[in-house]
């Protein structure tokens, strides 16, 4: 057997090259290095504290673009965990925010996942970091430890005292690595209000510190919903305009192999569909099996009947 040392040595290794292959290729691992990459930062760091949320932790998550273009995301979590982690020999704290695939959980066996564009988790987001701060309100305790394009620069420091529990991250995107580094905020915020629609029950806020209110305040948006799914379906047509034909909308949820599945839908006097489909809180931009099930199923029940009914024998006469 290999003495602690050697293997813990080994191990510091490993992570370092991980982080270093992320900031090798980012692309591979984000996506891009453009506007877009950029605010996969923020959606990964979201991630992990939506999962928090359903595994039903978590009730609020906060968004802050600071002055200088860095990201705060808040949750109430229970923080990420910060004793030993046995095997590396360091705080689970620092496996999760350095090791590459470590991700916010040791076990990904809980059904509900929420996943990131590419789902790589934390420590790809500290790599590309010219400065991360992880703040983890646990145990009545604070811990922080700090970290420079990805590298930790502090032990996991017991700050204080507290009667909370959380996770905080503060990053500030490396403007080597990305071509821009001012975040949007249109962008930011719509994210979030499709993330209330998409996980109801979740208080999501955005506070702006670089744009400033006549009262001197930053600006600021809360978004939540208790319908979920069913109030996004009223959001879209109502922001459209579309005269909706029947209220409220169709709303069917089901569970089978622990796979969650929710349709929502209504009808407005528009003739084009508009079908929105998610899976794990991602825009699944190009459909999948999941909207052809779908379309078949209500195809099938519409045809059903119609043909029961003798609908659209009768209407073919009519057309005649
Ligand atoms: C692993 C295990 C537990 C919580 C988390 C990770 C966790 C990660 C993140 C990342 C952002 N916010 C987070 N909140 C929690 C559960 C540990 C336990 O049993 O208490």
Do not use: W
């Amino acid at each position: 057997m290999a003495d602690k040392k050697t293997n813990y040595s080994a191990d510091n290794i490993t992570a370092l090259e991980g982080l270093e292959a992320v900031r090798l290729r980012p692309g591979m691992y984000i996506g891009s290095t453009d506007e877009k990459g950029l605010h996969h930062l923020v959606y990964e760091v979201l991630d992990n504290s939506i999962d928090e949320h359903m595994a039903g932790y978590c009730s609020h998550i906060n968004l802050y673009v600071n002055e200088d273009n860095s990201i705060s995301v808040t949750d109430n979590g229970r923080g990420i965990p910060t004793g030993m982690h046995q095997k590396l020999q360091k705080s689970a704290l620092e496996v999760v925010m350095t090791v590459l695939h470590a991700g916010g959980k040791f076990d990904k066996q809980t059904y509900q996942v929420s996943g990131g564009l590419h789902g790589v988790g934390v420590s790809c987001v500290n790599a590309l970091s010219m400065h991360l701060k992880a703040e983890v309100h646990r145990e009545g305790k604070v811990f922080v430890q700090e970290y420079s394009k990805g590298i930790p620069q502090t032990s996991v420091d017991v700050v204080g005292e507290t009667d909370k529990s959380g996770t905080t991250i503060t990053f500030l995107p490396d403007d080597s690595i990305f071509s821009d580094t001012v975040y949007s905020y249109e962008t930011l915020s719509k994210r979030l209000r499709e993330l209330s629609y998409l996980n109801k029950g979740l208080h999501l806020s955005i506070t702006d510190h670089r744009q400033i209110d006549e009262e001197g305040n930053s600006v600021h948006e809360t978004f939540y919903s208790e319908g979920g799914l069913l109030e996004f379906v009223e959001h879209i047509d109502l922001q459209s305009g579309r005269e909706v034909l029947v209220r409220p909308p169709v709303h069917v949820t089901g569970e089978q192999e622990n796979v969650i599945v929710e349709v929502a839908f209504q009808y407005n006097k528009s003739y084009r569909e508009n079908i929105r489909s998610y899976v794990n809180n991602i825009n699944t931009v190009e459909g999948g099996t999941h909207v052809n099930g779908f379309r078949r199923a209500i195809t099938h029940v519409l045809k059903k009947y119609g043909d029961s009914k003798e609908l659209f024998s009768k209407a073919k006469v009519k057309n005649q």
